[in-house]
């Protein structure tokens, strides 16, 4: 098993930033892909970043690609969601979610991954 709680949600204006955090703890985390996910009011939960346990493979989705950069840092058990300018349109409720994968993986579907935290509310002011 592995716990995760996502900290660092709030208001921002468009074109701040933020940073999301995302903590582990239970079974080796070193060992876990990371991925982020939202979910606006009303929509459909969608893939926003990943991060394969190693650091050296990361993915985004096309809408926050170049904004958005993720990290990790496996001595604090935390992942990282960096958001920079960000857009109402990010608005959402954000998850980060854990998966046991081998060197260089990491997955983009929401039902790859077993392991999910509880979620923290951004909310982009125009």
């Known amino acids: 098993q592995v716990q995760l709680v996502e900290s660092g949600g709030g208001l921002v204006q468009a074109g701040g930033s933020l940073r999301l955090s995302c903590a582990a703890s239970g079974r080796s985390f070193t060992s876990h892909a990371i991925g982020w996910f939202r979910q606006a009011p009303g929509k459909e939960r969608v893939f926003v970043a990943a991060?394969?346990?190693?650091?050296?493979?990361?993915s985004y989705a096309d809408t926050v690609k170049g904004r958005f950069p993720i990290s990790r840092d496996n001595a604090k058990n935390t992942v990282y969601l960096q958001m920079n300018n960000p857009k109402p349109e990010d608005t959402a409720v954000y998850y980060c979610a854990a998966r046991a994968g081998a060197f260089g993986r990491l997955w983009v579907g929401g039902d790859d991954y077993p392991y999910w935290g509880q979620g923290t509310q951004v909310t982009v002011s125009s």
């Open positions: 991060i394969s346990w190693t650091g050296s493979s990361v």
